[in-house]
């Protein structure tokens, strides 16, 4: 017979029984509340009204261009699979190969036992296609930069508090980097280089190193900075420059490799994922090699965590064999890209400052890009509605990434989609 065992009950939730039963197996009579449910649930419900609330939606690949959702297969015009490569047989052939050989996991962190041989031969690898003295993998694009930022704005390492440049439109891990490193970011409005100039010449007589830190492809606008004018804008302020290079690596640059390369070796540190356009998971940082050793010894987000596994290896070697020889991918994917600007223009749709395989589609008010978005799922195409705290408020908008998968039919498909699903107020 089961004994009990004591009572429980949280704030705003049912009366609790817990009991033993004879096996030692724990039960549960009711479902526990969290203590905070009733505030979670006040949250929730503000984010309602607002019209920005999200919600979790599973969906299944379906072939090139595709997913299924809801149990119909719909065109898929969200993801950040820029070359079609999540599928690649290369891809898939290398990560399950090297999981063979090598096991699922690489059981520790990369200063204790968890550096195989295959982070260095990807690491050197990349750092060849890069064109820099190194490079370091980490295992996400958002912990990349939430760790390698403090590491980088140390006070012990610089002596006094950095003087940290940054674009008002950049991704939330990079502003998360210089909160958790507790810097105050002095924010030049979006792509103004001539902001910029002023805001650093402003404080040419202060202490502390220059750091200016900033997108090359920004993924909301779709929009790219002028690499070149910000590297020699760096180097007249003895500026480090960080690049994050996301939505640019395998898309844009000499071989795919990113805008860094405009920068005429003047990129201090260059930030990429394995994630988008190289169809897998984790990220890197590229540079000197004093700068990667010095974040093998200071970055929390490399030290403390469990080195990338062999399978997520492969399909990164993969990727970087196949990526240099794709410049028709590329061009196309840019090509259709401007068809589909063209289209949206013709609409009287603005996409911000779009130039590259990302197109958004500004509504401007949350509720308008969460129905344009029901209305285009019922014409086929999964267009996925972003709204604030992602992208400023009254900017809402479906923000549709293109990818060499889709083909010229599929892009007439999404013009003809928003052209009978487009309401303007």
């Known amino acids: 017979m089961a004994m009990p065992v004591y009572r429980r009950r949280s704030v705003g939730a049912p009366v609790v029984n817990r009991t033993f039963r004879p096996s030692g197996a724990l039960c549960y009579h009711a479902r526990i509340m969290s203590l905070l449910d009733p505030l979670f649930r006040q949250h929730l419900d503000r984010l309602d009204r607002r019209h920005t609330r999200r919600t979790l939606l599973p969906v299944r690949p379906e072939g090139a261009g595709r997913i299924r959702r809801g149990g119909r297969t719909l065109l898929n015009f969200s993801s950040n699979d820029y ?122 007589g202060e202490p502390g190193a220059r750091f200016i830190v900033t997108e090359s492809v920004f993924s909301m606008d779709g929009d790219r900075a002028d690499v070149p004018a910000l590297a020699a804008l760096a180097e007249r302020h003895g500026a480090f420059l960080f690049l994050d290079e996301a939505h640019a690596t395998g898309v844009l640059g000499p071989r795919g490799m990113g805008l860094a390369a405009l920068g005429g070796g003047r990129v201090d540190l260059a930030m990429g994922t394995f994630s988008k356009a190289l169809g897998g998971f984790g990220a890197y940082v590229a540079g000197s090699r004093a700068l990667c050793d010095y974040l093998v010894n200071r970055c929390g987000g490399l030290i403390y965590a469990t080195a990338l596994p062999p399978a997520v290896l492969g399909a990164m070697d993969a990727a970087l064999d196949l990526v240099p020889a794709l410049d028709a991918e590329r061009a196309r994917l840019q090509a259709m890209a401007e068809r589909l600007r063209t289209a949206l223009h013709g609409l009287g749709v603005a996409t911000a400052g779009s130039s590259t395989q990302i197109v958004p589609a500004i509504t401007g008010a949350e509720e308008d890009a969460l129905a344009l978005g029901r209305r285009l799922e019922e014409r086929g195409i999964l267009g996925i509605a972003i709204r604030p705290p992602t992208v400023p408020p009254g900017t809402s908008r479906l923000r549709f990434a293109l990818s060499a998968a889709h083909t010229d039919a599929d892009l007439e498909t999404l013009v003809s989609a928003v052209a009978d699903a487009w309401r303007p107020r």
Request: charge should be neutral; charged fraction near 20%.
């Open 83 to 204: 070359l079609g490569l999540a599928s690649h047989p290369l891809l898939v052939e290398r990560a399950g190969d090297w999981t063979r050989r090598w096991g699922a996991g690489a059981t520790a962190s990369r200063l204790v036992c968890g550096t195989l041989e295959l982070h260095e031969e990807v690491e050197a690898k990349l750092a060849r296609l890069k064109g820099t003295e190194a490079a370091l993998l980490f295992n996400s694009g958002w912990q990349a930069n939430a760790a390698v930022l403090p590491a980088l704005f140390d006070r012990e390492l610089l002596g006094v508090e950095a003087l940290v440049f940054t674009d008002r439109l950049n991704h939330a891990s990079l502003h998360h980097g210089c909160a958790a490193a507790g810097v105050r970011q002095i924010r030049f409005r979006h792509n103004d280089l001539d902001h910029l100039e002023t805001l650093l010449a402003q404080r040419a």
